[in-house]
């Protein structure tokens, strides 16, 4: 079975039980939070062993985490001891779940690859149990190609992930990189120790995200300030309540999300096209800022400044995806939510956008001067559905309107 990173919003009520963790901890700075982790594990009753990879030797002593553990520590492969019982196979047999973190992109690369040359890579390697890990790095190094495909090659395996989480970083930079925070891995190794289907589970969902781009010629275009982040979110919780999930998106300077199939474009008339060959599905989220017009034709070869004679740039319209969609005579999907990013009368322009996309939701969101809607972290947004009074929700991180709006879909279909 297919198992998709985790959100920690999946927990729910569940009550600690006596459980085996192993703990393998990476050699990266948030080696310090691990600490923390087996203190509040050992707080609800866990049994909590640990392996520590020579790296991690560097940051945290094994004096440190076999006090907090209560347990023997573990760093060598070739101890003679503990090899002579096998010892890398014992331990990762006895536990009920393995956690690696901080998992860094060394680690990360040779679980995808199968490496195992030090005793951490050789147990999970040997280990028949499911395995949690919380990536932390350097932004750029999150990022990277190689790393974004060990992590989808890993999540295609069935491991589990938790975070990384956005923030400032020990190395002064600003991104997704940090590992997640020990309550939120105490969160996910509870879901993952009482996995169940997600809500969505067998459904298939559509996300547009991202701005699209209006070519006038071969090196200007017509574009909006849309970072992508709010659609890469909502694809992102669809996939962690158990959907098949196809996240067609405009030029963004984010990662693609793990366990997702992502189809990138340019214009608006190739978003549509990627949206109608992704149906049939059940649900179609349309978050992306698709650009209105584009230049009626685009010019073959770079357009040049004539002095004293201005350019008329004549402009087309562009397709409707959201109302295209939402007015399919067949295979319309049965929940269609648009978004309505407003500088003035949002709820007003949204009732309107509403009634005239013959959309199911809207999304309505304010952008302009003194938000940080484009390009932020941040989201603060009024859910308006047909019949119903429009809901207003607090501001919250793009990230949390995604899991809330997820969350809003699931009951929805369950109940409709």
């Known amino acids: 079975m297919r198992s998709w990173p985790l959100s ?17 901890i990476g050699g990266g700075i948030a080696a310090y939070k691990s600490l923390e982790l087996i203190r509040r594990a050992r707080e609800r009753g866990w049994s909590v062993r640990c392996v520590l ?3 991690a030797t560097q940051l945290v002593t094994p004096l440190s985490v076999a006090s907090l553990s ?22 990762s047999r006895e536990a009920d779940l393995v956690v690696v973190a901080p998992a860094t992109a060394d680690l990360l690369a040779k679980m995808a690859q199968g490496h195992a040359d030090d005793l951490a890579s050789t147990l999970l390697l040997a280990t028949d149990k499911p395995v949690l890990v919380a990536p932390a790095m350097n932004p750029f190094m999150w990022s990277h190609p190689a790393t974004r495909r060990n992590v989808t090659r890993l999540v295609e395996d069935g491991i589990r992930l938790v975070g990384p989480n956005p923030g400032d970083m020990a190395c002064g930079e600003i991104g997704d990189g940090r590992m997640a925070e020990p309550h939120e891995i105490l969160a996910a190794i509870e879901a993952t120790l009482h996995a169940r289907p997600g809500p969505l589970s067998g ?26 982040k709010q659609g890469h979110a909502i694809a992102t919780a669809l996939r962690d309540a158990g959907a098949t999930v196809t996240l067609v998106t405009g030029p963004v300077a984010l990662a693609d999300p793990p366990g997702v199939d992502v189809v990138h474009v340019e214009s608006a008339r190739e978003m549509l ?3 109608e060959r992704a149906l049939p599905v059940d649900i179609a989220v349309c978050a992306a800022a698709v650009a209105d017009w584009r230049p009626a034709g685009a010019a073959g070869a770079k357009l040049k400044k004539e002095h004293g004679a201005p350019r008329v740039l004549e402009l087309v319209e562009n397709p409707d995806i959201l ?5 399919r005579d067949a295979l319309r999907p049965a929940l269609v939510v648009g978004f309505a990013a407003e ?16 959309c199911d939701w809207i999304v309505a969101n304010r952008v302009g001067p003194g938000t940080d809607t484009f390009g932020g972290d941040g989201n603060s947004v009024h859910l308006l559905r047909r019949g119903r009074p429009a ?17 809003a879909i699931a009951e929805e279909l369950a109940h409709g």
């Open 8 to 24: 920690t919003s999946e927990v729910g009520n569940l009550q600690p039980v006596s459980q085996r963790l192993l703990l393998v």
């Open 203 to 228: 459904r298939r969902a559509l996300v547009t995200s991202g701005p699209t781009r209006e070519a006038i010629d071969p090196v200007r275009y017509l574009s909006n300030h849309s970072s992508g």
């Open 53 to 55: 990879t020579p790296a």
């Open 70 to 91: 209560g347990d023997k520590v573990y760093t060598e492969l070739f101890s003679l001891t503990d090899e002579a019982e096998m010892g890398h196979i014992r331990l």
């Open 273 to 275: 096209d990627a949206c």
């Open 343 to 358: 500088t003035d009368d949002l709820l007003a322009h949204a009732e309107a956008k509403l009634a005239r996309k013959g």
């Open 391 to 407: 809901e207003a929700w607090p501001p919250m991180s793009k990230t949390a309107v995604g899991v809330k709006l997820v969350a």
């Open 323 to 327: 109302c295209t969609l939402a007015r």
